[in-house]
């Protein structure tokens, strides 16, 4: 049974940084890739960053830059290290593993705001 729990949301101030932290377990064998997604008051969940079993790493365009995704394969832990946060960064971010369905953790709510 997979579970993926986040932790590391907050509230911030504008060109702050965030550290999110996925803790997973029961991870199958055949997972393709580990990200996080985001759900903004109102609008769809969207992909911010992945990273794939062998290392890959992609990032929507908003990421780019700011946004880091490792993994640390000893801890079983996904990261995503969160830089130079704006105002539309907040949303409540959820952890997701993939095989040939997405797995989702319960989210955390991070806030950028003055």
């Known amino acids: 049974q997979v579970q993926l729990v986040e932790s590391g949301g907050g509230l911030v101030q504008p060109g702050g940084s965030l550290r999110l932290s996925c803790a997973a377990s029961g991870l199958p064998s055949n997972l393709n890739y580990m990200g996080w997604y985001r759900q903004a008051p109102g609008k769809e969940r969207e992909l911010v960053a992945r990273?794939?079993?062998?290392?890959?790493?992609t990032y929507a365009d908003s990421a780019k830059g700011r946004f880091t995704i490792s993994r640390d394969y000893a801890k079983n832990t996904v990261i995503l290290q969160m830089n130079s946060l704006k105002p539309e960064d907040t949303a409540i971010y959820y952890c997701?593993?993939?095989?040939?369905?997405?797995?989702w953790g319960q989210g955390t709510q991070v806030t950028v705001s003055s």
């Open positions: 997701t593993a993939y095989t040939i369905t997405n797995y």
């Open positions: 990273i794939y079993t062998r290392g890959l790493a």
